[in-house]
């Protein structure tokens, strides 16, 4: 059974892995130097949704409930619809273990060169399999071990990139360009676009209702659990969105200092070369700690930090959709899928994502639409009902 402190590890790491270390590239190809502006909008947005479910386990009212989401829709629906909302949010979190696992294969390579990301990537998705396979309580202690070691690199992280805008001499200009607020009106629409990419990054905290049953104190530990995860997250996400904008802007410097010097050459005390680091967009996080601390160094570190939540990421995220479509009704047997069933069902989803090959950003786009589907259907269903009740 899960204690209040073991729900908040989950839904911390079932978050941030699967999102500052993925997308955060994507989003500053948007957003620019206002990249922590997205973060921090998209988090806020996400917040409603995460205030909604938050009060799941109170309206249902049941400890022994492992399906709140369908319940709370088939009450203002039928068994059919909300079915339908389930298995689309199902094959969204398909998507997303997919995007996850492809990113922990990255990171896997750029620690260890010699293993090729596509091995990786299968590694971790049958490392999940397995230790999903083997219980909800092997799954807490997977994650407790490494969560608190994980936090720690990030923390590093944004320590480091504040340090650099301190120190740097540019670190006061690029301030004062990224709280303009004729350069944040200009860009708005950017900015809006950049958010929507991150909200694939916040997707998590609902896993903490699909623990209910699993639970010692449901209805208490849970609403607190997202509510701490989604505030807590928002603060880390909008510091490493500040701190990767400005590793990007220092980049864009280094550029134009290379083209009037008609190199690829940076010549800083360390010598980066700039074409080595234009191929780490696969590992954002690494490659923003290589051009602020100007030196290989620190490389393997952030990449071990991309690897430990990536993959317990990819471990909840595959527990999440087991959890899902456990109990739903196959249609063609009219049974309700086992809970061993809906976890082979979704090894065999990610394979086929697998093989496919389909990129990262499409799965975000695929997987954002699916979860958020569900959450707005959850969340006014959650209205509905409480309106009933006053």
């Given at each position: 059974m899960l204690s209040y402190k073991?729900?908040?590890?989950?839904?911390?790491?079932?978050?941030?892995?699967?999102?500052i270390f993925v997308i955060i590239s994507f989003v500053h190809k948007f957003a620019g130097s206002h990249t922590w502006i997205s973060v921090l909008l998209s988090g806020l947005f996400m917040s409603i949704f995460a205030e909604h479910y938050a009060k799941l386990p109170e309206i249902i009212k049941n400890d022994k409930d492992t399906h709140l989401e369908f319940d709370i829709i088939r009450r203002i629906s039928s068994d059919r619809i909300a079915s339908g909302f389930i298995i689309m949010a199902v094959i969204g979190l398909i998507f997303s273990t997919y995007l996850v696992s492809k990113s922990f294969g990255n990171y896997l390579t750029n620690y260890l060169p010699f293993i090729n990301n596509k091995i990786g990537t299968l590694?971790?998705?049958?490392?999940?399999?397995?230790?999903?396979?083997?219980?909800?309580?092997?799954?807490?202690?997977?994650?407790?071990?490494?969560?608190?070691?994980?936090?720690?690199?990030?923390?590093?992280?944004?320590?480091?990139?504040?340090?650099?805008?301190?120190?740097?001499?540019?670190?006061?200009?690029?301030?004062?360009?990224?709280?303009?607020?004729?350069?944040?009106?200009?860009?708005?629409?950017?900015?809006?676009?950049?958010?929507?990419?991150?909200?694939?990054?916040?997707?998590?905290?609902?896993l903490l209702v699909k623990l209910n049953a699993d639970t010692y104190n449901p209805q208490i530990d849970i609403p607190k659990a997202i509510r701490t995860t989604?505030?807590?997250?928002?603060?880390?996400?909008?510091?490493?969105?500040?701190v990767y904008s400005y590793a990007m802007y220092k980049k864009d410097k280094y550029k134009a200092e290379a083209e009037v010097n008609k190199t690829n050459l940076i010549k800083t005390t360390k010598k980066i070369l700039y074409s080595e680091l234009e191929l780490k967009n696969e590992v954002p996080l690494t490659y923003a700690m290589e051009i602020l601390t100007k030196t290989k160094k620190i490389n393997h570190l952030v990449s071990f930090g991309g690897i430990i939540f990536t993959a317990t990421t990819a471990l909840l995220m595959m527990l999440s959709a087991s959890k899902l479509l456990s109990g739903q009704f196959d249609i063609s047997t009219n049974i309700k899928i086992k809970n061993m069933s809906s976890l082979n069902i979704i090894l065999s989803g990610v394979i086929l994502l697998f093989v496919t090959n389909i990129t990262i950003e499409k799965s975000t786009i695929i997987a954002n639409i699916c979860m958020i589907l569900l959450m707005i259907v959850v969340s006014y269903a959650v209205i509905k009902i409480k309106r009933r009740l006053l």
């Open positions: 073991d729900l908040v590890y989950a839904g911390i790491s079932n978050v941030i892995g699967a999102g590694v971790i998705v049958g490392i999940c399999y397995l230790i999903n396979k083997s219980g909800i309580d092997h799954v807490a202690k997977w994650n407790n071990l490494i969560l608190l070691f994980g936090l720690g690199i990030l923390i590093l992280i944004i320590v480091i990139g504040f340090y650099r805008m301190i120190v740097d001499s540019d670190g006061h200009h690029f301030f004062k360009k990224s709280i303009n607020p004729n350069s944040i009106k200009d860009n708005f629409f950017n900015i809006i676009k950049g958010a929507y990419m991150i909200i694939f990054s916040y997707v998590g905290f609902e989604i505030i807590f997250t928002i603060i880390i996400y909008t510091l490493l969105g500040y």
